[in-house]
């Protein structure tokens, strides 16, 4: 079982993942071969995003910045079609009890991001900061959870048009499993309608 900050560090090197995307409204599907190199995240990149005026409606307690985890990402990814796109970023991971306070609206989950009320505990919840979205350009707030026992971190985030819900899980120290499921985003209700669903296996190499 592995801590927060231990998934972060052990979810570090390079990694490549063939995926398949359902589009659900449509019927089609599509495949895409991806890699990654994931890196910790620094203190000086840590304090560009707090500093981010797009996500100052997060105000983050007097601690250490060393206690929040985060990686710094790049990937180029290339579809069936020959189609490739390129992209860097990094995300912050600020758990709840380290927000001092926050004027974020918090949107009820949809149905693959919500937990049961009671969880003993063990499920860390938090929002995460990225300067960069992946389908939506600019600085972005999402939440996050953390489930220790399943070594699984879950991303939830709102974008303007849709709400993606992403979740990776470590079962072995060179493999992860990789899913994704993205909704409409409905005006003032739970979103329901999925556009699509993706699916993949992420291999660390040496």
Same mark, same amino acid.
């Given at each position: /079982?592995?801590?927060?900050?231990?998934?972060?560090?052990?979810?570090?090197?390079?990694?490549?993942?063939?995926?398949? %995307?359902?589009?659900?409204?449509?019927?089609?599907?599509?495949?895409? %071969?991806?890699?990654?190199?994931?890196?910790? @995240?620094?203190?000086?990149?840590?304090?560009? @995003?707090?500093?981010?005026?797009?996500?100052?409606?997060?105000?983050?307690?007097?601690?250490?910045?060393?206690?929040?985890?985060?990686?710094? @990402?790049?990937?180029?990814?290339?579809?069936?079609?020959?189609?490739?796109?390129? /992209?860097?970023?990094?995300?912050?991971?600020?758990? +709840?009890?380290? =927000?001092?306070?926050?004027?974020?609206?918090?949107?009820?989950?949809?149905?693959?991001?919500?937990?049961? @009320?009671?969880?003993?505990?063990? =499920?860390?919840?938090?929002?995460?900061?990225?300067?960069?979205?992946?389908?939506?350009?600019?600085?972005?707030?999402?939440?996050?959870? %953390?489930?220790?026992?399943?070594?699984?971190?879950?991303?939830?985030?709102? %974008?303007?048009?849709? =709400?993606?819900? +992403?979740?990776?899980?470590? =079962?072995?120290? +060179?493999?992860?499993?990789?899913?994704?499921?993205?909704?409409?985003?409905?005006?003032?209700?739970?979103?329901?309608?999925? +556009?699509?669903?993706?699916?993949?296996?992420?291999?660390?190499?040496?």
């Amino acid at each position: /079982m592995l801590q927060i900050q231990e998934f972060f560090t052990a979810c570090t090197g390079r990694w490549t993942t063939e995926r398949t %995307y359902h589009l659900v409204l449509t019927g089609e599907v599509e495949r895409s %071969y991806t890699e990654f190199r994931v890196e910790t @995240i620094t203190q000086e990149q840590k304090q560009q @995003i707090l500093s981010l005026s797009a996500l100052s409606e997060i105000k983050v307690a007097k601690i250490s910045e060393e206690a929040l985890p985060g990686f710094a @990402i790049a990937f180029d990814t290339r579809s069936e079609t020959g189609e490739t796109v390129s /992209m860097s970023l990094q995300a912050l991971f600020i758990p +709840d009890t380290y =927000v001092g306070s926050t004027s974020v609206t918090q949107m009820p989950p949809p149905l693959a991001a919500q937990l049961p @009320i009671e969880s003993n505990g063990e =499920v860390i919840k938090g929002f995460y900061l990225r300067n960069e979205g992946y389908s939506e350009a600019g600085a972005i707030t999402g939440r996050f959870t %953390y489930q220790p026992t399943r070594q699984t971190l879950e991303m939830t985030t709102y %974008y303007r048009r849709s =709400v993606a819900v +992403d979740q990776m899980r470590l =079962v072995a120290p +060179d493999l992860r499993l990789r899913t994704i499921v993205t909704y409409q985003r409905p005006t003032d209700s739970v979103p329901s309608v999925i +556009d699509l669903v993706g699916f993949g296996v992420e291999r660390r190499h040496t």
